[in-house]
Every structure is written in structure tokens, then in C-alpha cells.
């Protein structure tokens, strides 16, 4: 490698992912399982959003559980706290602090165009805190105290990141050069999962239908009976086209576990009927879930392990999002304790 281009400096990666349920296979396979390439391409921040989750009312215990479980699947599939800052939100008092200050200069109109606001208040109608309303702000301040170069966002989270710029920008037009402005990383597309019960709908935590969702947690008999019950079509043909939802969905799943395309996937099961296909696509999944799953649950086991690493990740995400933190306060005019 030529000495220039070895001694470039690398961009910094953010993602973040909340703690609200198990992770689906549509998690995994739309964005998890290519995180642990960023490693060897940024500098790499993953973090786990447990503030933002209270925007819904949450039960304590499992909170807790979930965050904990997340953790460990994010070490299972591949991040590695000695390449990557790995940590929880709520354990770097800073962002709190950020998020309050940024609402301040975010505009109320910016705010009430939000897509997620109007969605969520709709869901949760009962509930319709200020939180829900000023995330957008915590979110930037997620962004922008680690001077992330680069986030790794999907088509429905393009508008939250385009808000954060917006904030950097207005910041830095009062307080020059705080705040590194984000740019949006289309990572390679990864498999859109639809729900197995209907595939019309994306897989979701949420579904009714508990067939309709393959967790990470799933056994593998549970997985197998998942995809054997998947909604299909009458015409008995393995082939992608319009019209044949089920179909397709099982074809992008098969294909994004196996690397296969849709063609060889076609010619393999040429002739062959629906139950035959379903059951390779479960004994795909299973054989691709199943080293993840041994390391979730050696890391489960090992509770004392996992808090060492989420401290070491808190330290150093805290020291990092604190110089960001310093600097924007006594821009601001804030004294120094």
C-alpha cells in the first residue's frame, strides 16, 4: 500500500440501534450483519440508543434485558470493542447535555415536519411526551459530539440526519467550527425482509402474527416452522416476478444468506415444489444464524465480561463526546467549572 494512502487519516462511522426488542432477521439482514465491514473502512462508533427508547413507555426489568441482550449480539456478529467504540447512550452523561442545548437552536416547524413525531403520536396516542416531539435534537447531539464524518443511514432515516446538518450548520454559521457537518453512507442495499404472514408489510417486532417474525433468538425447530408456515401463492413456481410477494421475500432472504442471485436460485429449484424451497431457506437461516447465536449466548453467560466491555466503551465514547461537549458550551459563553 503506498505510503500515502496508508498514512491517510480514516473517516469516523456512527450507528446506532435502540434496545426496544430481541433483533429481527430483518435487523440483521438489512443493516447488522454488514456492520462489522465498517470496522476495516472507518473508525468506527456503535452505540446503543436506550434514551431514545423511553419516548414509549418501557418496563424497567426488561429495558434493562434488552440492552444487556443487544450488547451481546453486537459482539456476537462481529464488532470488536478493540477496533470500535461499543457503548450504551444513557452511560455518557454528555449526550443529555448536547441534546438540550441543540433544542435550542432547532426550530419548531423543523421539528413538527418530522415524519417519526407524526407516525409515533398516531401509535402511541396516549402518550405524546415532549421527548417524542424533541428527539431529533438528542439524535444530533448523538451525531455531532463524536465529530462523525460519516453516518450509515437507509431511505427512512435520511430525514433524521439531514435535520442534524441543518443543526450543525446553524451552529457553526453562530460559533465557528464546533461541530463536523455529517454526510449520509449508503451502505450496500441489504436484503429488505418482509413479514413471513404477510408479505406486503416489512418484518416487524410489532407484527400480530407471531409467525410473521423470525427473532435472533429463535431456536432453530422455531425457525424452521416459521418458514414452513410462510404465505406463499398457488402457482408452485420459484421465480421472482410481481405479483408473488411470498415468494420474492423467501428468494431475497435465501439469496442474502447464501450469496446466491435470484437466477441461480431459480434454476435450482426449477421443477421443484414451494415446501422444498421453504425448507432451504429455514436450513439457510439456521445455518446462518447458528454461530452468531453460540457466541450470544457464551457472552449471556459471561455477564461480568459484558460490563467490563460497556464500561470501557462509556470511558472512552465520555472522553471523546466531553472535548465535543467543552468546546460547544464555552463557544457558547458558558463558565468553565
Not at 446503543?48 to 440492552?67: F, N
Not at 464546533?178 to 442495499?189: G, L, M, N, S
Request: aromatic content about 10%; charged content about 25%.
Amino acid at each position: 500500500m503506498p505510503e500515502e494512502i496508508k498514512n491517510q487519516k480514516r473517516k469516523r462511522s456512527l450507528s446506532f440501534i435502540q434496545p426496544t426488542s430481541v433483533p429481527t432477521l430483518g435487523n440483521y439482514l438489512g443493516a447488522m450483519k454488514g456492520w462489522p465491514q465498517f470496522q476495516n473502512d472507518f473508525d468506527t462508533i456503535f452505540g446503543i440508543a436506550d434514551l431514545h427508547s423511553i419516548t414509549v413507555r418501557q418496563e424497567p426489568k426488561k429495558l434493562r434485558q434488552l440492552t444487556m441482550q443487544l450488547y451481546a449480539y453486537l459482539l456476537a456478529i462481529g464488532i470488536d470493542p478493540d477496533k470500535s467504540i461499543l457503548f450504551i447512550q444513557s452511560h455518557v452523561p454528555a449526550h443529555s447535555q448536547l441534546g438540550w442545548i441543540l433544542g435550542c437552536y432547532t426550530m419548531f416547524g423543523e421539528l413538527n415536519r418530522m415524519t417519526q413525531f407524526k407516525d409515533k403520536s398516531q401509535q402511541h396516542s396516549d402518550n405524546v411526551n415532549a421527548g417524542l416531539f424533541t428527539y431529533p435534537c438528542l439524535m444530533a447531539a448523538d451525531i455531532l459530539l463524536y465529530q462523525a464524518d460519516v453516518v450509515p443511514v437507509g431511505a427512512d432515516q435520511k430525514q433524521h440526519l439531514e435535520i442534524a446538518r441543518d443543526i450543525a450548520q446553524r451552529f457553526n454559521g453562530i460559533y465557528p467550527n464546533v461541530f463536523t457537518v455529517p454526510d449520509a453512507y449508503i451502505p450496500k442495499a441489504g436484503a429488505r425482509v418482509m413479514s413471513l404472514a404477510d408479505p406486503d408489510k416489512k418484518m416487524s417486532k410489532s407484527d400480530p402474527n407471531p409467525k410473521g417474525t423470525v427473532y435472533l433468538t429463535d431456536e432453530p425447530s422455531v425457525i424452521m416452522n416459521k418458514f414452513k408456515s410462510a404465505v406463499t401463492d398457488s402457482e408452485m413456481s420459484v421465480h421472482y416476478a410481481p405479483g408473488k410477494e411470498g415468494i420474492n421475500n423467501l428468494m431475497t432472504i435465501y439469496s442474502a444468506v447464501t450469496g446466491k442471485s435470484f437466477e441461480t436460485i431459480e434454476s435450482e429449484f426449477a421443477g421443484r415444489g414451494y415446501g422444498d424451497f421453504k425448507k432451504a431457506v429455514g436450513e439457510a437461516v439456521v445455518a446462518e444464524l447458528e454461530p452468531v447465536q453460540k457466541r450470544y449466548h457464551a457472552y449471556m453467560n459471561d455477564k461480568a465480561y459484558l460490563q467490563q466491555q460497556w464500561t470501557k466503551g462509556a470511558d472512552l465514547a465520555d472522553r471523546m463526546a466531553q472535548r465535543t461537549l467543552d468546546k460547544a458550551m464555552k463557544k457558547i459563553g458558558f463558565l468553565a467549572k
